[in-house]
């Protein structure tokens, strides 16, 4: 089973280093992970897909509490989250295929971020499973390169409006 983490950490040098090195000597594999500033400038959010049980995602919170630069961690639930993936992916096109290579783009409501002679560059920021969709059906006409963020979230608020 799938398990995203977030983890909030300082935002100093040798950080990231420390907490995937946590993950490596314990023997868990990150499927992927996304890392940046949040709106307080002095900490980061690590945003991490792991496998594993849920076992192994109480072992994983407890040994990540343990690194000193750690300030928060907390699993993010697929229904009680919000998750996005960001892509760009640069598609061999000519003149007989790049309206159907748009019109998958619109299905998708991926944007075409750049278009020349021999390609286009179409940018999705949508859930993983749509994000693996689109690339399937981009691949018949050759994806000549692809960047991928990995996953990113946040927890919904779920608080009751008492208006």
Do not use: C, W
């Amino acid at each position: 089973m799938k398990h995203t983490i977030s983890v909030i950490v300082e935002n100093k040098p040798g950080v990231l280093s420390r907490v995937s090195g946590l993950f490596a000597r314990r023997g868990f594999n990150i499927e992927s992970l996304a890392v940046g500033v949040t709106e307080d400038p002095q900490v980061s959010r690590m945003t991490i897909v792991a496998e594993g049980d849920e076992a192994d995602l109480e072992q994983i919170i407890k040994q990540l509490y343990k690194l000193i630069d750690t300030v928060r961690v907390f699993d993010l639930p697929a229904d009680r989250s919000v998750e996005r993936e960001l892509a760009l992916i640069k598609v061999s096109a000519n003149d007989k295929t790049r309206s159907e290579i748009t019109q998958i783009a619109d299905v998708f409501r991926a944007r075409i971020v750049d278009v020349s002679d021999n390609s286009i560059i179409i940018e999705i920021s949508d859930e993983h499973s749509n994000v693996e969709s689109i690339e399937t059906m981009l691949q018949k006409f050759g994806i000549k390169e692809m960047v991928r963020t990995g996953t990113i979230g946040l927890l919904r608020d779920l608080t009751q409006n008492t208006v």
